[in-house]
């Protein structure tokens, strides 16, 4: 572990985020999880997958 993550974690201790952020990021993360589990339930949609581009078009001499 590098000390710089060392001493970002201990100045988050000793100042931590206020509660609007920390129940901003859980809502985020909430958010995440929930479309994430509709997209493995209900699935793509197909207006959303993008069409394999076909190879350019040789011309034979």
Avoid: F, Q
């Avoid at 710089?4 to 985020?28: C, Q």
Wanted: glycine share 4%; proline share 10%; charged share 20%.
């Amino acid at each position: 572990m590098n000390p710089h993550w060392l001493l970002r974690m201990v100045r988050w201790v000793r100042n931590p985020p206020s509660a609007g952020r920390v129940k901003l990021v859980l809502a985020v993360v909430a958010l995440c999880l929930v479309l994430y589990a509709i997209e493995r339930w209900v699935g793509w949609p197909d207006a959303l997958t993008a069409d394999r581009l076909r190879a350019p078009m040789r011309v034979s001499p």
